[in-house]
């Protein structure tokens, strides 16, 4: 999700970057940079956020203000951990906003909906499935690429939604304009997410942090 920062009142421009720097802070702070110290895992980083940039820049503009696109943080999360998906995403929202000649405002709250709820949401359903279910392959790629990828894309909408509407844009608007769309943002989203996810567990499990053939294949 892409937002402008016309769209909403200062006071909430404020609240999102506060929270965004909250969280990037704490992300650089315990992200395990060492990670990156090895060429592969770089350049495999680097790869990735180039590709999302691509996904990210064919958007459709939606009524209400907020730009839709496919937005593949689940997986990046999956792969890197929620401490380089953050760092990542900017990365890949500023040079969304560097191509497309965007207004450097929107990146306060656009940060907030494509970056910070998918992130959170996927590292949170992720402990979630872990502390419930067995560790499976199936499962994995189900629930915590497949489902997860649909309900990172509802909370974000969720999040745009909201922000919308506090910032006094009128509720008739957003229905016909964007929550009616919704639910057509999800399956697209899941299954992004979930082809993704089966491709690297399959031929390259050593690229996803979040995936180990011995606790999710042996045995099973």
């Not at 969280?23 to 090895?38: E, I």
């Not at 992130?119 to 359903?125: A, E, G, I, N």
């Not at 919308?164 to 999800?186: A, R």
Request: proline share 4%; glycine share 8%; with cysteine.
């Amino acid at each position: 999700m892409y937002l402008s920062s016309e769209q909403l009142l200062p006071q909430l421009l404020v609240a999102c970057g506060l929270l965004y720097l909250l969280m990037l802070y704490a992300a650089v702070r315990y992200a395990p940079w060492q990670k990156l110290m090895v060429r592969e895992n770089s350049n495999t980083y680097f790869a990735t956020l180039v590709g999302m940039l691509f996904l990210w820049m064919l958007g459709t503009e939606i009524e209400g203000g907020a730009v839709f696109h496919l937005s593949a943080m689940t997986s990046l999360t999956l792969m890197v951990g929620w401490q380089f998906a953050i760092i990542g995403g900017s990365l890949v929202l500023a040079g969304l906003i560097l191509t497309q000649q965007g207004e450097w405002l929107a990146f306060l709250p656009s940060s907030l909906v494509s970056i910070l709820v998918p992130v959170m949401m996927t590292w949170f359903l992720l402990v979630l499935v872990r502390s419930l279910l067995p560790k499976h392959f199936f499962i994995y790629i189900f629930f915590n690429a497949f489902f997860t990828g649909a309900i990172s894309m509802m909370s974000a909408a969720a999040c745009t939604v909201s922000l919308l509407f506090l910032s006094g844009v009128p509720y008739e608007s957003l229905w016909n304009g964007f929550v009616i769309w919704i639910p057509l943002m999800l399956f697209p989203e899941a299954v992004l997410n979930g082809w993704i996810m089966t491709v690297l567990v399959g031929l390259k499990p050593e690229w996803v942090s979040t995936f180990s053939d011995h606790e999710y294949l042996h045995g099973k």
